[in-house]
C-alpha cells in the first residue's frame, strides 16, 4: 500500500508545486487589478501619549477590499507584494492616500500629530526610495517633519552595513524615522547608537502578557530606559487592556498604541474618534 501511493504522493506533489506557482502568478495578477481598480485601502490607528492621553499621530495600515475575498489583512498579501516587485507600487499608494486623509482632517481644522507609513525591507532597499518619497512630498506639498516612517529591525539587520547610509539619505528628507517590532532582531546597542533614528516601537510579544509577565515587564522597563538614555521616543505596540495602560504609564513609557485607545480605523470613522477624543482631554469649561 505504502509503495502505491509512493508514485501518487510524487505526482501530486509535482500537481501541488504547480498549483502553488498558479497561485502565485494569480495572486500577483490580482494585486496588480488591486491597484488599478481601487481595491486597495488605509486605515489608521492613533499613537496616544500616555501621560496626557492626547493623539501624538497615526499609523497608516494597509488592507485590501477583495470584491470576492472582502477585506484582507496586509500580512497575507504584503509578503505577494514584496515577491513581485508589486510594493514599491503600493508603497507609493499608501504614502500619496495617507497623506491626502490627513490633508482633509488638517483641512478640516483636525490636528492628528504626525503620519507614520510602514516600509517592508524591499521597499527599503530599493535604490528609488528616496526619489519617491521625495516626490511625493514635493507633489503634495506635505511638510516632511509630519511624516514618519517605520522599518522594522530584522529589515534593518538584513541590510548589514548599508543600513545607516540608507537610514541617513531618508532622514535628508527632514522625516522621522521609527524601528518597528523592536525587540525582536537582536540589534546591538552599539549599532543602534549609530543610527539616526527617532524612536523605538516595542514589539506586541513584549506587551501581550503584561502586567502578569515578569520577565516581559523587566524587558521593557529596560527599553524605555535605554529609550531615554539614547534620546530616543519609546512607543508600546498592542496595548489590550487598562492594566497594561497603567502599567507603561507608571514605567514611563512615554507613547502607546492599541485596541484598547482604538483599533486601526478607515479614514472617516478616524475623524470622528479624533473630534471625540479632543473633547475628552482638553480641560472641560466650568
Ligand atoms: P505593524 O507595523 O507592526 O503594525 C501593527 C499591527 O498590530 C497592525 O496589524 C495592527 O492592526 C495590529 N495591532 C494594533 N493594536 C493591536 C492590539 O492591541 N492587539 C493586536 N493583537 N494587534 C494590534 P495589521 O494592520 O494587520 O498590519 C500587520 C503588519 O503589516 C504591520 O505590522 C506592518 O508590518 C505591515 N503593514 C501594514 N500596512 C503596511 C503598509 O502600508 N506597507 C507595508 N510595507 N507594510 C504594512
Ligand atoms: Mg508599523
Ligand atoms: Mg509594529
Ligand atoms: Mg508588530
New binding site residues.
Given amino acids: 500500500k505504502a509503495k502505491d501511493s509512493g508514485r501518487n504522493t510524487y505526482s501530486s506533489y509535482s500537481q501541488e508545486l504547480t498549483e502553488k506557482a498558479q497561485q502565485y502568478l494569480s495572486m500577483e495578477a490580482r494585486l496588480r487589478k488591486a491597484l488599478s481598480n481601487d481595491e486597495l485601502r488605509v486605515h489608521y490607528?492613533p499613537l496616544i501619549d500616555l501621560q496626557t492621553g492626547e493623539c501624538k499621530g497615526v499609523?497608516?495600515?494597509?488592507r485590501w477590499q477583495d470584491p470576492d475575498a472582502g477585506l484582507i489583512?496586509?500580512?497575507e498579501f504584503?509578503p505577494h507584494a514584496e515577491q513581485s516587485g508589486l510594493?514599491g507600487a503600493l508603497?507609493e499608494w499608501?504614502l500619496s492616500q495617507s497623506i491626502k486623509d490627513f490633508q482633509g482632517w488638517l483641512d478640516l481644522g483636525i490636528d492628528p500629530g504626525i503620519l507614520a507609513?510602514?516600509?517592508?525591507p524591499r521597499?527599503f532597499a530599493e535604490p528609488q526610495l528616496v526619489s519617491q518619497i521625495a516626490g511625493v512630498l514635493k507633489s503634495t506639498q506635505f511638510p516632511a517633519e509630519r511624516l514618519e516612517l517605520?522599518i522594522?529591525e530584522t529589515a534593518l539587520i538584513s541590510r548589514g552595513d548599508q543600513a545607516e547610509s540608507d537610514l541617513r539619505r531618508l532622514k535628508s528628507l527632514g522625516l522621522a524615522l521609527a524601528i518597528?517590532?523592536f525587540g525582536t532582531g537582536y540589534s546591538s546597542l552599539a549599532y543602534l547608537k549609530q543610527l539616526p533614528i527617532d524612536k523605538l516601537k516595542v514589539d506586541?510579544s513584549f506587551i501581550k502578557d503584561l502586567p502578569s509577565d515578569v520577565t516581559g515587564g523587566e524587558i521593557v522597563a529596560a527599553i524605555i530606559a535605554m529609550g531615554k538614555a539614547m534620546d530616543l521616543e519609546v512607543l508600546a505596540?498592542?496595548?489590550?487592556t487598562r492594566a497594561q495602560q497603567e502599567f507603561l504609564t507608571n514605567q514611563g513609557c512615554p507613547t502607546a498604541?492599541?485596541?484598547?485607545f482604538s483599533r486601526?480605523l478607515p479614514a472617516d470613522q478616524l475623524l470622528l474618534w479624533l473630534k471625540n477624543n479632543q473633547q475628552t482631554t482638553l480641560p472641560q469649561p466650568l
Fill in positions: 490607528q499609523e497608516a495600515l494597509m489583512p496586509p500580512m504584503i510594493i508603497g499608501v507609513v510602514n516600509l517592508s521597499q517605520e522594522t518597528d517590532d506586541r505596540e498592542g496595548i489590550e498604541q492599541g485596541y484598547w486601526p
